[in-house]
């Protein structure tokens, strides 16, 4: 167990719809990290929240957008959806400095129908 | 740009056999890289890390890996492997505080 927790394990959602995948980061970790994984793309880094601030963006699209929130969850949203979004969504936490080591979560498996 | 090559897609390997899995790396400064291990359905799974220091790294469940800077290389070692080490590892870089970039992966297989 990595501490890391993320809700819900799975989601079936039909094209054009919305919705939010949730994290909670280990105890004391201030970086959240989301990272899609999907058969074509593997796995990819979207985007990287630090105590409530946006650090760093990777390959998210326009449709999807994330938060952090004061007690440092966060929610990463998903509109608009397509097929193609269906993927596993993990996301990991860091603690500053230190080695740079990425505790992940179980992932959100999304499935659009 | 950062990138990470894992050339070998699946690898069969029967029981009690050795196992090394290649990574290459290409990254502009002192990289931190990272071997994880990922279970059907299930999340990522730290193994070893690398960031300074020794270049022979001891992990968990028996693994080590070995930095080669003239070689961009981290590839993973295992001397002996067990049936439950079948699954997908990853091999990882990055920065202090930043993304990881993954490698497309290599499947594991374990042969009886």
């Known amino acids: 167990d990595s501490g890391v927790t993320q809700t819900p394990k799975h989601l079936i959602t039909a094209t054009g719809q919305r919705v939010t995948l949730r994290c909670s980061p280990r105890?004391?970790?201030?970086?959240v990290y989301w990272y899609q994984q999907s058969l074509d793309q593997g796995l990819q880094f979207l985007i990287q929240?630090?105590?409530?601030?946006?650090?760093a963006k990777g390959n998210i699209l326009e449709r999807f957008s994330a938060q952090q929130f004061p007690d440092l969850h966060s929610e990463l949203n998903l509109s608009s959806l397509e097929l193609g979004d269906s993927a596993l969504y993990f996301c990991?936490?860091?603690?500053?400095?230190?080695?740079?080591?990425?505790?992940f979560g179980p992932g959100t498996r999304l499935t659009v129908l | 740009a950062q990138s990470v090559t894992q050339p070998d897609i699946h690898i069969t390997v029967s029981e009690g056999a050795s196992l090394e899995l290649r990574c290459n790396y290409s990254?502009?400064?002192?990289?931190?890289l990272f071997w994880y291990v990922q279970s059907p359905g299930q999340g990522l799974q730290l193994l070893l890390k690398?960031?300074?220091?020794?270049?022979l790294v001891q992990g968990i469940k028996g693994f080590e890996a070995e930095f080669k800077r003239s070689q961009s290389s981290f590839n993973l070692r295992k001397p002996s492997v067990h049936w439950s080490d079948a699954a997908e590892y990853f091999c990882?870089?990055?920065?202090?505080?930043?993304?990881?970039?993954f490698g497309t992966g290599t499947r594991l297989l374990v042969s009886p």
């Open positions: 105890s004391g970790d201030l970086s």
């Open positions: 690398y960031f300074s220091g020794d270049t």
């Open positions: 929240y630090y105590n409530g601030e946006e650090r």
């Open positions: 990991a936490s860091s603690t500053v400095g230190g080695d740079n080591e990425q505790f």
């Open positions: 990254y502009g400064a002192t990289p931190y």
């Open positions: 990882a870089v990055g920065a202090g505080f930043q993304k990881l970039v």
